[in-house]
């Protein structure tokens, strides 16, 4: 089992060659459900909506007839899910589905399952509204400090917003120098829509410049009416980071400063409100999705960024903190919490691999039993080390540094000696140019012929 190897906690399939992109999943309590749990809310470019609640008997397991609370066709390609208080006179969760020609708001509720296969979800039509133009992706939050409601703003494919107040269209304008659409999003504390232009880099417009900005339906009158009828649409501040962006996302997590996450395809940034660069990271492999969150370490954000490399990485800030591995490339990453588990790291593939896993280890069931320790006494220590040096001793000046064997225990050797010398001798080393030296052969029975050289001295 690897350690860098993320645990899959719960996984799935979806449909059969269904396509998904970063703004297909979403994780929120969408049924409202009084335990506060997450569901997990999957669209897909085939119109396909589902809403999961895993229940996994065991880690690993995958998804159950009952996970699946919901799967609605809705006929028109799921561009974004998003989850937020869109109906006006309750502050209820609804669910906002961006088609690219329609808008539609749905309120979801769960009802009790009355046989085995679980609990079920009922979605309801709210309202809708028709666009005018091709979607490209959208945004939400409190816009201009209203209380207890989001406003949604899409943007087109032309460069247009168009910001809804709930069951009614409020306003359209069209971003200056426009040419492509990039990653959108709202910071609730400057009261900002923040997107990345073609021209690669960072722009803030004020939504009070939006609102007071000529409107795009106007934008063909002569300059004489323009002026007469709002003013010219100007951006708050820019930065330019030298590449296209994948995502852009704003944190904050107290009420004194928010900071602004850009994904790009080779850097990762964190701006200040004001555009300044906070810090940066060069990445060594290519991104795919991203997602800042709180860290448990006072004024700094953890940040998990996925790859093409099967992996996903965790930061705090600029430190790598750990690499752990997915069975899938993801494209859209969220943590949230499910079945009183919290932090689960949710994953989706552009080819309908949901997974639900977490970083680690599996952890032990396993608890040694504690040992019952005793203090030591030093003094009776020093007396037992004492006396067993004294035997020691002894057993050394009575046998010696070799132990003494019984006389039973010795070898006996038993030989024959031929009375005669060897016909020819078998002594060895002996020097060239001297005379032979006679040689006996001794034999020991039944073992081996030992040969042993006698030299005779030469009588004088």
Avoid at 108 to 113: A, F, N, Q, R
Avoid at 422 to 444: F, I, N, R, Y
Wanted: charge should be negative; include cysteine; proline fraction near 4%.
């Amino acid at each position: 089992m690897s350690l860098f190897k993320a645990r899959d906690w719960w996984s799935t399939i979806l449909g059969d060659k269904e396509e998904f992109d970063q703004g297909c999943l979403c994780l929120a309590n969408v049924d409202n459900s009084g335990n506060g749990q997450d569901k997990i809310i999957v669209g897909s470019f085939m119109g396909y909506l589902r809403i999961f609640s895993p229940h996994p008997a065991k880690t690993g397991d995958g998804a159950q007839a009952e996970d699946l609370l919901l799967e609605v066709d809705l006929r028109d390609p799921v561009l974004q899910v998003e989850v937020g208080k869109f109906v006006s006179g309750t502050e209820m969760l609804h669910l906002a589905v961006l088609h690219s020609r329609k808008l539609c708001v749905y309120s979801v509720s769960g009802t009790l399952g009355n046989v085995e296969h679980g609990n079920q979800c009922q979605m309801k039509l709210m309202y809708e509204h028709n666009l005018q133009r091709t979607a490209c992706n959208m945004t939400y939050g409190s816009f201009g400090g209203v209380k207890g409601r989001d406003l949604i703003c899409i943007q087109s494919m032309d460069g247009m917003l168009m910001v809804f107040e709930q069951e009614s269209y409020a306003f359209g304008r069209f971003l200056p120098g426009f040419l492509l659409p990039g990653p959108l999003a709202y910071s609730s504390r400057t009261d900002s829509f923040l997107t990345v232009s073609s021209c690669q880099q960072v722009e803030s417009y004020k939504y009070q410049v939006l609102a007071f900005a000529t409107d795009a339906d106007k934008r063909q009158e002569t300059e004489q009416q323009k002026l007469g009828s709002g003013k010219r649409l100007v951006v708050d501040w820019t930065l330019n980071i030298g590449e296209q962006a994948l995502d852009i996302c704003i944190v904050s997590f107290n009420q004194s400063a928010s900071s602004v996450f850009v994904l790009g395809e080779r850097n990762f940034f964190c701006l200040k409100d004001n555009g300044q660069i906070r810090f940066m990271k060069k990445l060594d492999w290519s991104p795919s999705c991203f997602l800042p969150y709180c860290s448990v370490s006072e004024g700094t954000i953890n940040t998990l960024i996925g790859n093409h490399n099967n992996m996903l990485h965790i930061y705090q800030d600029v430190t790598l903190k750990w690499a752990t591995q997915l069975p899938h490339i993801p494209v859209a990453v969220r943590v949230g919490c499910l079945h009183d588990l919290k932090g689960v790291i949710v994953t989706l593939s552009d080819d309908g691999h949901l997974q639900c896993s977490y970083l680690g280890t599996d952890p032990s069931l396993f608890q040694a039993p504690n040992v019952q320790s005793r203090e030591l006494n030093y003094d009776e220590l020093d007396v037992e080390m004492k006396e067993l040096q004294k035997i020691i001793k002894d057993v050394n000046k009575s046998q010696g540094v070799w132990p003494m064997t019984e006389r039973e225990d010795d070898l006996n050797v038993s030989v024959v000696v031929s009375p005669n010398f060897d016909s020819v001798s078998q002594a060895t080393d002996v020097e060239v140019g001297t005379d032979l030296v006679p040689s006996v052969t001794v034999k020991q029975p039944r073992y081996t012929t030992m040969q042993v050289s006698i030299i005779i001295n030469p009588v004088n």
